[in-house]
């Protein structure tokens, strides 16, 4: 079946079990698990059989959204676990309970995000977006790294966006310091780090099994956008717009998803496409991104490509993090 903008995550799910994928007992963890994609994930592979371990920074949200699952999955193999991905040593508590537990995992799926915040820091001092979506999730990857290296297949899932063709990575100038803070560059950067946080994955720990993608899982309506002002949401139409004209394209605008076809990505980036020559690779509607294009569809920026600034992306992150892949 070809896959497009509407594929759902039971269509995946379904093509998968028919494929003889088993996802019996496959142990997923999932950070931002609490709502939109990260929660649908949930429900998804948890009633294929998997194991999913759902991380959330709110136990409250976190509960509902478990009950939730298990009105859907009543017989669903759930764990929890309480992390705030803006703040380090909340990300090293959350690591060591998990690995105290001393589970392999096979499939992490890095999926929390903050969007167009104000500006803001994080506990340990960056920039909130670039912190919380790239630097909380690099340090929590590298301190769960040997689980997942025990996992079966293991594979490591990076939730990046179309909104990355918004700005590459500024490596020099990271908490806006030497220019003035702009919502949506920062939400852009953060996403272009995530992308090159997969294919820098791939680089190094692809030769050793390890399989690692990133998403870009369309526009859907979640609790992402809660700091879109009508200013900042009028921008990203606008850009929106203009990117379908030079694309050639009519829509004029954005396609809106349902949930179940925007989390449809980043299953089957977690379970079933095929890596071959492309590990490291940026997906989108269910599909291989292509360079160029709409990146509001399937394009992407040539910039995701680029091995200097991911090996100098992945040093910085090293640095800044203190953390160690080994
Ligand atoms: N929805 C879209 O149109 C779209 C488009 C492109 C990319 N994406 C990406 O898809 C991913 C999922 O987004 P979504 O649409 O499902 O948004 P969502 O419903 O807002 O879910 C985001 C999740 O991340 C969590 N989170 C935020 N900050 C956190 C922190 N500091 N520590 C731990 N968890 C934190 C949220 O928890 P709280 O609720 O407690 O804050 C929530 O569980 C994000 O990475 C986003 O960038 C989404």
């Not at 499939?107 to 104000?118: E, F, H, K, Q």
């Not at 340090?139 to 990046?160: C, E, H, K, M, Y």
């Not at 399937?298 to 993090?321: H, K």
């Amino acid at each position: 079946m070809a896959y497009d903008a509407d594929t759902t995550t039971n269509e995946i799910i379904a093509d998968a079990t028919a494929a003889g994928i088993d996802l019996t007992d496959r142990r997923f963890v999932i950070t931002g698990a609490s709502s939109g994609l990260g929660e649908e994930s949930t429900r998804a592979l948890a009633g294929a059989g998997a194991r999913i371990t759902m991380l959330a920074r709110s136990p409250e949200k976190l509960d509902a959204a478990a009950a939730r699952v298990r009105e859907a999955v009543p017989d669903a193999q759930l764990d929890f676990g309480t992390v705030d991905l803006a703040e380090f040593s909340s990300i090293r508590a959350c690591a060591a309970a998990l690995n105290d537990a001393g589970d392999p995992i096979d499939v992490l799926i890095n999926n929390a995000g903050v969007m167009a915040c104000p500006q803001g820091t994080t506990a340990d001092g960056f920039e909130m977006q670039f912190g919380t979506n790239h630097l909380g999730h690099f340090l929590l990857t590298a301190l769960l790294f040997p689980a997942v290296q025990a996992g079966a297949d293991p594979r490591i899932v990076n939730l990046s966006s179309g909104a990355h063709s918004i700005s590459d990575v500024v490596l020099d100038d990271i908490n806006f310091e030497q220019s003035e803070y702009d919502a949506w560059e920062a939400y852009g950067r953060s996403k272009t780090a995530n992308a090159l946080f997969s294919r820098g994955l791939a680089q190094r720990f692809g030769d050793s099994g390890l399989v690692s993608f990133s998403v870009h899982p369309g526009a859907i309506m979640t609790e992402l956008g809660r700091h879109l002002t009508d200013e900042l949401m009028e921008a990203m139409m606008s850009r929106a717009k203009a990117r379908a004209e030079s694309a050639g394209e009519s829509s004029g605008g954005m396609h809106f998803k349902s949930v179940e076809a925007g989390a449809a990505t980043q299953v089957w980036a977690s379970i079933a496409a095929e890596a071959g020559d492309r590990n490291g690779s940026y997906l989108a509607d269910c599909q291989f991104g292509e360079p160029g294009g709409n990146p509001s569809s399937t394009g992407f920026s040539d910039y995701l490509l680029d091995d200097a600034t991911t090996d100098r992306l992945w040093t910085l992150s090293e640095e800044l993090t203190g953390a160690s892949f080994g």
